[in-house]
Nanobody, 122 residues
Framework: QVQLVESGGGLVQAGGSLKLSCAAS????????MGWFRQAPGKEREFVAA????????YYADSVKGRFTISRDNAKNRVYLQMNSLKPEDTAVYYC???????????????WGQGTQVTVSS
């Protein structure tokens, strides 16, 4: 069982930046591929970014490509999402997810966090 806890959300003006962090409670964090998803009010959850177990490969939704960066620190059991040039449409609850295999944008991750709210004001 892997527990995931997100942090770093908040209120930011359009054009600003935030860095989300997700802490994983497992001794084998490096054996999990990680992903970030988000869900805006009244909308379905959508894929944001994914990273392989080693961190060598990343994958982004078109809507965030060039603005968001996913990274991980296996020594600290953490995955991050650096969000720059934020837009009001980025407002959502952001979730991190973990899976034994790299599945990219698939929703079939085994473990999910509780989410952290990101609000971007115009």
């Amino acid at each position: 069982q892997v527990q995931l806890v997100e942090s770093g959300g908040g209120l930011v003006q359009a054009g600003g930046s935030l860095k989300l962090s997700c802490a994983a409670s497992t001794r084998t964090f490096s054996s999990y591929a990680m992903g970030w998803f988000r869900q805006a009010p009244g909308k379905e959850r959508e894929f944001v970014a994914a990273i392989t177990r080693s961190g060598s490969t990343t994958y982004y939704a078109d809507s965030v490509k060039g603005r968001f960066t996913i990274s991980r620190d296996n020594a600290k059991n953490r995955v991050y999402l650096q969000m720059n040039s934020l837009k009001p449409e980025d407002t959502a609850v952001y979730y991190c997810a973990a899976n034994n295999l790299y599945i990219g944008a698939s929703y079939k991750y085994d473990y999910w966090g509780q989410g952290t709210q990101v609000t971007v004001s115009s």
